[in-house]
């Protein structure tokens, strides 16, 4: 059985991601441990968290403050996003207030302006992270990692903690983000032509009623709906106007212009309760508030209803349409890329601890097996998250089919009204980019 797994070491070049025939599988690396044996650790007596104890024996030792890198993960489950929010339970939250009870950050800087606080991708509620960055100015005290997790909830872990330079951006350095969607193939099963009335469907009495939620996990991608899948992802690839696949950006706004390099669909594996699923892999410079689940959620519809992948273009043009988001759980952020920056700080630093997941894949692993990838398997067969995502959108077909064709044309002509596409789609409150 191939289960969903965090690919740590993929690069910069999009040339040079993991294999589309393989699922999610993590190469054998050194250790962490064994990668920066050289490096002096930022919690090793010997290293830059050295203590200075203060002379007199009556006040707590002192420790040195220093701009740190902070690796993590997390599951998403139950939080607003990851970012700071005022009044909001999110995992940024969770890591500050961590932070002030291991005793690197002081309560009177329990404060992202004052620690000088950076990250590298912003996620959305309910998504999850394999490997995520972030920096501040934080006291470097022994331990420093082990400290932090013991004050933090498990499903949140930080796999090192240590020095950066002082002009280290956790965003700004950061050369690109991989992500990945995870979702069950009885979710790309074809729909009835009744419901998209101008699409290539067959005739058929059939409805999504007729079948129960057994008989529907019983499904198997065919090899032409993969290869169809496959050309719609391969047409996000390049740089295009993304203003439909997020929320309130306009067709002219400079910021809806974004870089894909790789998008591709890994060979569907079937775990041991019968349920096919199968990853899709997406790299880029940064993406938009839902971006990639909107994309997700444009290709879903077009293998179910069997519209052409010449559709993709003509989303990028000066046309509005409503593309629904896919549900959050299947999202995962594999990891950011720092190839440029560590390169760069090599060169000029020998023992410089480069930024790079893959030294950490025996600490990623076993966390996103036990709180990412069961929960996502969990969820779908108790609450068939998926399934539900299917019946709605099919409940709304009218609002779709205008733009589900069989010649991948957008009929405008036939596109609802403001009135009758209410309550289309209820997008988050939060308007911030997910990277």
Not at 246 to 266: L, P, Q
Not at 350 to 356: F, K, S, W
Request: proline share 5%; hydrophobic share 35%; aromatic share 8%.
């Amino acid at each position: 059985m191939t289960k969903r797994s965090h690919v740590a070491d993929a690069p910069d070049d999009a040339s040079e991601l993991p294999d589309a025939k393989h699922v999610r599988t993590i190469p054998v690396e050194d250790s962490a441990e064994a990668q920066n044996a050289s490096a002096p650790a930022p919690n090793s007596p010997t290293g830059a968290a050295a203590c200075t104890a203060d002379d007199d024996g009556g006040k707590p030792a002192k420790f040195p403050k220093q701009r740190m890198a902070v690796l993590f993960g997390y599951r998403g489950s139950g939080y607003k996003g990851s970012q700071l929010n005022p009044g909001q339970n999110t995992i940024e939250k969770e890591l500050m207030d961590a932070f002030v009870a291991a005793g690197c950050v002081t309560e009177a800087n329990n404060d992202a302006k004052k620690v000088g606080l950076n990250r590298c991708a912003r996620t959305d509620k309910g998504v999850h992270a394999a490997g995520n960055v972030i920096s501040l100015k934080m006291m470097a005290i022994p331990e420093i990692v082990s400290a932090v997790n013991s004050k933090l909830p498990e499903q949140i872990r930080v796999f090192d903690i240590f020095q950066v330079t002082s002009s280290f951006n956790a965003k700004n350095h950061c050369g690109g983000r991989q992500y990945e969607y995870t979702l069950p193939t009885y979710f790309l099963k074809k729909s009835y032509k009744a419901l998209y009335p101008h699409s290539d469907l067959p005739v058929s009495a059939e409805t999504t009623d007729s079948e129960n939620y057994i008989e529907i996990c019983k499904h198997r991608l065919e090899p032409s709906d993969l290869a169809h899948l496959r050309d719609i992802l391969k047409c996000y690839e390049g740089t295009h106007n993304f203003h439909n696949f997020t929320v309130g950006v306009k067709f002219k706004e400079k910021c809806a212009g974004r870089y894909i390099s790789s998008f591709t669909a890994c060979d569907p594996y079937i775990r041991e309760d019968g349920v096919e699923w199968i990853s899709l892999h997406v790299s880029g410079q940064s993406f938009m508030l839902h971006q990639i689940r909107k994309m997700v959620g444009l290709a879903a519809m077009m293998v179910r209803t069997a519209t052409p992948s010449s559709l993709v273009a003509k989303t990028f043009a000066d046309v509005k349409i409503n593309v629904p988001k896919v549900p959050g759980i299947g999202l995962l952020l594999r990891q950011p890329l720092f190839t440029a920056y560590n390169a760069q700080h090599k060169q000029l630093h020998a023992t410089r601890r480069e930024i790079d997941f893959k030294h950490y894949t025996s600490s990623v692993q076993p966390f996103v097996e036990k709180f990412i990838n069961a929960d996502l398997y969990a969820s779908e067969s108790s609450d068939h998250v998926f399934l539900r995502w299917c019946q709605n959108i099919d409940l709304r077909s009218g609002q779709y089919s205008w733009w589900l064709t069989a010649g991948g044309d957008i009929l405008a002509d036939l596109k609802p009204t403001n009135s009758q596409q209410d309550g289309v789609e209820e997008d988050d409150d939060e308007k911030n980019e997910e990277e």
